[in-house]
């Protein structure tokens, strides 16, 4: 029998991806958790009957004042915590909540933990217990990806000997099967998914080592609405930890991070086997390949301490491999328009001794420089488009790497001037002009500005 929700939240947040995380995060604490993306939704909520404990509201809503809905779930008796990105100090804090009656505000980036535990206790719900602090050694240390040569869902057969690929093709995963990115690079056991149970208790029956319990998977919705590089921005606007699931037919890829950065990408490609990736880097060659996986089988270890071991690099060497490595494994889903993603809520366990810290934003912005051809970049940056600053970015301008002629482009793209424009004024080539651009708008930096202003649409710089 279902328990029952420990509490039935509200979650209004114009920011769609940012609002599947939290009602993903509400959920695996055992709540229900609904969002809405405007403020006349959130109104629409408040129908007769409907029963909400709390609600989260984002007080810079595209079509009516954040304000009008805290007073609306005022009226009808529910605690209400406040969020934004634009309002920020004491000023708007106080009077988001002496004011406006919010039990508490919060300012983005904000600590999706914090929020959600403030959420539980204006519904008068126990928060849940927190998940607790990584290991660094003990029974765990074999148990993680600590280096992006845990690709390790194969095509379900053993690599061949001498280092080629596997030949069977991969079979389809079911969208309930969670990704056990936890083994190292050791053939796979030829068993079906469907009975992955049978191959974690019994692939090393000599160890008395206790994995980790799996994830919950939360499937949050179809990459056509999407993209990849939106879903990385609300791990980073909630300076998250969690797992992010993204799959494509038979491909399969998980993303996970610590506070909003990611620290580990595995995937169920085989050529994406780090390996793989030093032989296409010119770090190996496909005989010495051979000898490490041979040497690696040998001694148990994972391919980059093989490596390492056999003085073919550096630790500080192999730490720039792997940051390569999971900026390529992410790179190839950005042009993904197929598909589906799903959030886990469980917080990766660092045990691993290559400490990796990927900063999303600058990520996207080289991704997009690489993997977007320029007739895909005229197509998605049409000429007469005119950008203009987003009020909230997830991002500081300060934290992102932007050249000299960037952020000029950047400062040029005030709303006023289309895409054209922008092409005659800067000094970059089209398609570094339009792939900064485009990169900027995946990041939420900039946002296309409307025709014709509506209360829909309105802007108000006041709660």
Not at 15 to 20: G, I
Not at 193 to 200: G, M, T
């Amino acid at each position: 029998m279902v328990p029952p929700p420990m509490a039935r939240l509200l979650i209004v947040e114009d920011n769609h991806e940012l609002a599947s995380l939290i009602v993903s995060t509400a959920q695996s604490r055992g709540h229900d958790a609904r969002a809405v993306h405007t403020g006349e939704a959130a109104l629409e909520a408040l129908s007769p009957g409907s029963k909400w404990d709390a609600a989260l509201v984002d007080l810079l809503l595209p079509d009516i004042r954040g304000s009008e809905v805290l007073a609306a779930l005022r009226a009808h008796g529910i605690p209400a915590i406040a969020v934004s990105g634009v309002y920020k100090g004491d000023r708007f804090a106080q009077e988001a909540v002496q004011v406006h009656g919010a039990r508490a505000f919060f300012e983005k980036p904000f600590e999706l933990i914090q929020v959600m535990e403030a959420l539980e206790q204006a519904s008068g719900v126990e928060p849940a217990p927190r998940a607790p602090p990584p290991v660094e050694d003990g029974a765990a240390q074999d148990e993680l990806l600590d280096d992006a040569d845990l690709i390790v869902l194969e095509e379900l057969v053993p690599e061949a000997e001498d280092g080629g690929e596997a030949s069977a093709p991969m079979q389809t995963i079911p969208d309930s099967a969670p990704l056990p990115g936890l083994e190292s690079e050791e053939p796979a056991l030829p068993l079906p998914f469907a009975h992955r149970e049978k191959v974690w208790t019994g692939a090393q029956p000599t160890t008395a080592k206790t994995r980790r319990a799996l994830p919950e998977w939360s499937l949050a919705g179809d990459l056509k609405d999407t993209s990849v590089a939106r879903l990385l921005n609300a791990y980073y606007e909630a300076r998250h930890h969690g797992e992010l699931k993204l799959q494509q037919g038979s491909i399969l890829k998980v993303v996970y991070f610590e506070s909003g950065r990611i620290v580990y990408a595995a995937s169920n490609l085989a050529h994406e086997r780090f390996g793989r990736f030093c032989v296409r880097k010119g770090v190996l060659t496909e005989q010495k390949l051979a000898e490490v996986a041979a040497f690696a089988r040998q001694e148990g270890l994972r391919t980059g301490e093989a490596m390492i071991r056999q003085g073919l690099l550096d630790a500080p060497w192999r730490r720039q491999l792997l940051e390569e490595q999971v900026r390529e494994l992410l790179w190839s889903t950005f042009t993904w328009t197929e598909g589906a993603y799903g959030f886990s809520a469980m917080r990766p366990q660092r045990a691993d001794l290559v400490k990796l810290s990927v900063f999303p934003g600058d990520l996207v912005l080289e991704g997009v420089e690489k993997t977007e051809t320029l007739v895909a970049l005229r197509q998605r940056m049409g000429q007469g488009r005119r950008l203009f600053p987003t009020a909230d970015p997830p991002y500081g301008l300060h934290e992102l790497k932007l050249q000299g002629p960037q952020a000029l482009l950047l400062a040029y793209a005030d709303g006023s001037k289309t895409v054209e424009d922008l092409l005659a004024l800067t000094d970059l080539s089209e398609r570094q002009a339009l792939a900064t651009l485009r990169g900027l708008e995946l990041l939420g930096v900039l946002e296309e500005r409307p025709e014709t202003p509506s209360r829909r649409h309105r802007i108000s710089f006041g709660l």
